[in-house]
């Protein structure tokens, strides 16, 4: 019998604590989502302000409701309905929360008619046992008439994504839908394969922390009536890097094919975009209290603008103190008819900058340099592109035939001289089948090609001497020579057209 005693002790004090352990985590799991939503509500870096409608805890599981609401917009909000188990499963962790969003009566009955009445979004998270979490989030797919207009269908492919935040702050996070499209009679848009990655390390504040974001879509289209896009392998990337008392941000922007075309006109192309820019040396406390300036000026009134005319201009005579720098490390494209590319780099030097006042001081405190590159049969394209219009107005008022071969000949003829005129000034260097460009601002002066703007235009915007006209032609068809070169190289969008020639 003290045998069994010994034995019935332990047993006894085991399933004591195996029954009060849902309890403990309920607790605990309370005091802990009640602490994450202050956390939030507090943060001013945070557009949303998370409060508890209700926690009903039990013993086993657990259910509340949360609102989401917008702090520059309070009238615009979400609810979510979280049910929480707190059995601990070996394989699944201590405790499990499933949060499943709660839609207005207008925003349901649509999302009913769609989804079948599943949720449209069903968020599964598990908390494990050395404290990580780890959320999958889910969007079932359909395929239904379109809502109010039963002869269009909407394809929706779903959704499936993870985040997992270890006990090191470290956030892993991807998703993916396979496609959306809409299908009319005379309309078709959709989207292929879209993915986003993310990986970032939140320690501290939102300026210290550091990871990339990288989302791509694999096609993008419009076909209409009269209208068409397509875009394939378009891909967008955001990164961060600290480097002690400064911050270095990233933004690259990519599209590798690109197509419009409208009814009657011939198609336009392009391949291999892209924008890679970077700012560097950014303040990391004046990001911070910028962000933390711009959360609490979104709880105020929105007619308070000048808070945002003086948060900006704070935050630039900070930031012009770290001596920030600009890369542009890429901007460029390729069509049919050539490639265009430029890189420029821009740098303020902000030592001792007591304050910010636009004078002479501070402009001889910026150094930039950049240079452009453009394929001479593209430049030559785009300025026949531009002169057209001038040409034929030019022919209409001079009463000659506007036939496509004297526009397209005229054109030619301005096109040439305006590249000549660019490259005898040294605006445009000509560089084998390319023209460039460099770019510096240096001391205050602004140099192109190594030599002061204000000359180079002041060159090409000194008045020719008057050329005199040949005599007029009998013939119709050979009128669009007497039309003036000059005086179409010197008119500009709006400008009155010539006069009409007397007879």
Not at 43 to 67: E, H, I, K
Not at 132 to 142: E, G, L, V
Not at 146 to 168: Q, R, Y
Request: a neutral charge; proline letters at 6%.
């Amino acid at each position: 019998m003290k045998k069994l005693a010994l034995v019935a002790v332990p047993a006894g004090i085991l399933a004591a604590a195996a029954c009060a352990l849902p309890w403990y985590l309920g607790m605990q799991t309370e005091q802990a989502m009640r602490a994450e939503v202050n956390r939030l509500a507090s943060s001013a870096q945070s557009p949303l302000n998370v409060t508890f409608m209700r926690y009903d805890r039990g013993w086993l599981s657990s259910t509340a409701v949360s609102r989401l609401t917008l702090k520059a917009e309070p009238t615009i909000y979400l609810e979510v309905r979280h049910e929480i188990s707190q059995l601990p499963w070996p394989r699944t962790g201590w405790v499990r929360v499933r949060s499943v969003p709660q839609w207005n009566k207008e925003v349901k009955a649509v999302l009913d008619h769609y989804f079948a009445g599943r949720p449209a979004l069903t968020v599964d998270t598990v908390v494990d046992f050395d404290g990580s979490r780890k959320t999958t989030f889910s969007s079932p797919a359909f395929n239904q008439p379109l809502h109010d207009a039963p002869g269009t269908s909407l394809s929706w492919g779903g959704m499936e994504g993870t985040i997992s935040v270890g006990t090191d702050k470290r956030l892993v996070a991807s998703a993916a839908a396979p496609h959306l499209t809409l299908q009319g009679s005379d309309t078709q848009a959709g989207l292929k394969t879209l993915k986003f990655d993310a990986s970032w390390e939140m320690g501290g504040t939102a300026a210290d922390w550091q990871g990339e974001t990288r989302v791509a879509l694999a096609e993008l289209r419009f076909s209409g009536p009269r209208d068409q896009v397509a875009m394939k392998d378009l891909s967008g990337a955001a990164y961060q890097r600290s480097k002690g008392d400064s911050v270095l941000l990233g933004y690259a922007l990519r599209v590798g094919a690109g197509s419009s075309a409208k009814a009657g006109e011939a198609e336009n192309s392009f391949s291999n975009a892209v924008l890679d820019l970077e700012f560097d040396q950014i303040n990391k406390k004046a990001l911070a209290k910028y962000l933390d300036d711009a959360g609490a000026g979104e709880r105020r009134a929105a007619a308070q603008s000048s808070f945002a005319a003086q948060t900006v201009i704070d935050l630039a005579a900070e930031l012009l103190r770290g001596s920030p720098v600009i890369r542009l490390k890429k901007l460029g494209v390729e069509t049919p008819s050539g490639a265009v590319s430029a890189q420029a780099t821009v740098s303020f030097d902000g030592s001792n900058l007591a304050e910010i006042h636009f004078s002479p001081e501070l402009l001889n405190r910026l150094q930039a340099k950049g240079n452009v590159e453009i394929a001479a049969s593209l430049l030559r394209s785009q300025l026949q592109r531009t002169v057209r219009p001038q040409v034929e107005v030019a022919l209409a008022q001079q009463g000659a035939q506007s036939t496509e071969e004297n526009i397209k000949a005229l054109s030619e003829k301005f096109t040439d001289a305006q590249l000549r005129s660019l490259t005898d000034t040294g605006i445009l260097r000509s560089s084998g089948t390319n023209f460039t460009l460099e770019a510096e601002v240096a001391s205050g002066q602004f140099l192109l090609n190594g030599q002061p703007a204000d000359q180079l235009f002041a060159t090409v915007l000194t008045p020719a001497s008057p050329v005199l006209q040949p005599a007029r032609p009998q013939r119709p068809e050979q009128r669009a020579d007497l039309i003036p070169l000059r005086q179409l190289a010197l008119a500009q969008p709006g400008t009155p057209p010539p006069a009409r020639a007397t007879r």
